[in-house]
């Protein structure tokens, strides 16, 4: 049997201790088996549908209430949503929905673009001829859904689950922060349904690039492919948020560099 650290066999002990304690904190007769992950999960979506817009408070008693568990789980839901940076925590108010720059998004289309390019490239070197078959099925779908004028979500569904299934050749590391980045991306739902719906040829070129790349195992093509649909997103949400008047970050004063003790 491995031998526990004293700091491993203290964070098992705490995890007890915190499950323990949730459910004692729930509602007599209304315990379930609703983690602090699910309630997080949902809420995450609502802000990403723009549910819940900017702005609204999520006290932890609303919580407590539509969820049907005890202030521990929803207390560490909401902290989750903050970590991620979706809620503001404030100290003895509760939390409230952020609200998102325009920078702020670009830049984490940016950081997307990077990963699933990674992806991309990762695929193309490690995907069996069956699973690269079956990815070209899915790209075939979305491609079939958009010229049927598909619902955006249900396409955006589509997109999502073809980057999941490539994104699991990449490493370890790699996976975790593209799961990382999709928690932290707000209004992503909300934005990119705007963008597949108005008109233009949309992100299709690029997703016929990749399916091309990746039947042939081109490992450039397939990266640069990939980044390309995250960079054409990156543009029409930045553009339909400025439309929106949605604000940009306020420029930052300069700052001086501090002179060293003995210099005029």
């Given at each position: 049997m491995p031998r526990l650290t004293c700091r491993a066999m203290s964070d098992s002990h705490l995890k007890k201790a915190d499950a323990a304690k949730a459910e004692a904190d729930e509602p007599a007769g209304k315990r379930t088996m609703v983690s602090a992950d699910d309630v997080a999960e949902e809420l995450r979506h609502r802000i990403q549908t723009n549910e819940l817009a900017p702005g609204e408070w999520l006290r932890e008693a609303r919580v407590c209430s539509e969820f049907g568990v005890g202030r521990s789980i929803a207390r560490r839901a909401l902290r989750t949503l903050g970590e991620d940076g979706l809620v503001e925590i404030e100290e003895n108010r509760g939390a409230r929905v952020s609200a998102t720059t325009v920078e702020e998004v670009f830049d984490l289309y940016e950081v997307r673009a990077a990963l699933y390019g990674l992806a991309a490239r990762?695929?193309?070197?490690?995907?069996?001829?069956?699973?690269?078959?079956?990815?070209?099925?899915?790209?075939?779908?979305?491609?079939?859904?958009?010229a049927s004028d598909d619902a955006a979500e249900h396409i955006i569904e589509l997109s999502e689950g073809i980057f999941s299934d490539i994104a699991q050749y990449a490493s370890p590391d790699a996976q975790r922060m593209i799961a990382s980045i999709r928690r932290k991306t707000r209004f992503h739902f909300s934005y990119v349904a705007l963008a597949l719906n108005a008109n233009g040829p949309g992100p299709y070129g690029y997703w016929r690039q990749v399916r091309a790349a990746l039947a042939k195992r081109d490992v450039d093509g397939a990266s640069q492919a990939a980044r390309d649909i995250l960079y054409f997103m990156q543009g029409e949400v930045a553009r339909i948020m400025l439309s929106q008047g949605r604000r940009t970050q306020a420029p930052k004063a300069a700052t001086r560099p501090r002179k060293l003790a003995g210099q005029g």
């Open positions: 990762f695929a193309c070197l490690r995907m069996s001829d069956e699973a690269i078959a079956q990815v070209l099925q899915d790209i075939d779908r979305l491609l079939e859904a958009a």
